[in-house]
């Protein structure tokens, strides 16, 4: 159980927020009438009392809403708690979606301030179910009535990225993701740039700590396909199996699948999969890996059943 000891909005984002003693949480929004709600998975962002006067033991003399916070919370250790963890405030209830972020070392609050603590030490969330809230309500963990494990897709494409192509097999990647069982939580089309793309797939791993993400296209021979290479370079662990499985399907309709480059590998708790561009071949390999991804995924995330059979004997791996 923790405490609400501040409520902050601001008008404009990048800004300082201003305390106010009690708002309306507006499902799928936001803090009402504040310049950071809207349809997004950052819509209330809550930094730790803790760490709050931890920097102005420093001398620091910061105030509520400085580091651009809306709720100033008190009693958990937040940055500790795993994305899908729920927040009860009252009738309200949200759901964590990020860890951090990225820091703009040009906002007014750096410039400010000096430095700006909600990229270490903040977290992000939405509202799933709105109601007024004020200072000193208590705020508890809840249970998350969406389980499913979240994916992200991401499309790999110059042309897309610059409106010069539709971009098919992203929205595909979602749907049969969506229809195996993932609740798909981002969707991105990006230029053939290899370190945007490992920004990202960092972002999604670290701060958005999603289950499985889906890259379509830029694994081919092309000098600008780099998927393959960024996919690598932000790797913890190999997973050469899924995307050698992928490789000897395709195999099996095209012998030109042996010229596929896709890797697939393992940062955290998070599994990153490389697809192929087109839509026939994006259909394919979901087709043939998604029914048996789960149990890895479940492994992965230590939400798998033990893997003993009935008598006690462990089953064959």
Excluded at 250 to 269: D, E, H, K, N, Y
Aim: glycine share 12%; proline share 5%.
């Amino acid at each position: 159980m923790g405490i609400i000891r501040g409520i902050c909005i601001s008008s404009r984002r990048g800004t300082a927020k201003g305390p106010v003693d009690s708002i309306r949480l507006v499902e799928g929004f936001g803090l009402e009438g504040d310049a950071h709600g809207g349809n997004w998975h950052r819509q209330v962002s809550l930094l730790g009392q803790e760490a709050i006067d931890a920097f102005n033991a420093q001398g620091a003399g910061v105030q509520p809403g400085d580091f651009g916070e809306n709720l100033i919370v008190e009693g958990f250790d937040l940055r500790s708690l795993p994305v899908g963890t729920c927040f009860q405030i009252g009738d309200a209830l949200l759901e964590l979606t990020q860890i951090g972020k990225e820091c703009h070392s040009h906002c007014e609050i750096f410039q400010r301030v000096g430095k700006c603590i909600m990229p270490t030490n903040g977290v992000f969330a939405q509202v799933l179910r709105g109601g007024v809230i004020h200072v000193g309500d208590e705020i508890s963990l809840a249970d998350n009535p969406d389980r499913r494990p979240t994916a992200a897709v991401i499309t790999l494409s110059d042309k897309g990225a610059c409106g010069q192509r539709e971009d098919k097999s992203g929205p595909l990647a979602v749907q049969m993701a969506e229809a195996a069982g993932y609740r798909v939580v981002e969707t991105l089309l990006l230029p053939d740039e290899q370190k945007r793309l490992e920004r990202e797939l960092c972002r999604l791993a670290d701060g958005r700590q999603v289950a499985l993400v889906l890259t379509t296209g830029g694994t081919g021979f092309s000098e600008r396909d780099r998927t393959p290479e960024a996919t690598l370079a932000v790797a913890e662990r190999n997973a050469p199996g899924i995307a050698e499985a992928i490789r000897w399907y395709s195999l099996q309709i095209t012998p030109r699948a042996m010229l596929g480059r896709g890797a697939s590998v393992i940062r955290g708790r998070t599994l990153i999969v490389n697809l192929p561009g087109s839509p026939k071949a994006v259909r394919e390999s979901l087709e043939f890996l998604l029914p048996s991804l789960g149990h890895g995924i479940d492994i992965l995330r230590g939400t798998a059943a033990e893997c003993a059979a009935p008598d006690g004997k462990e089953r064959e791996k």
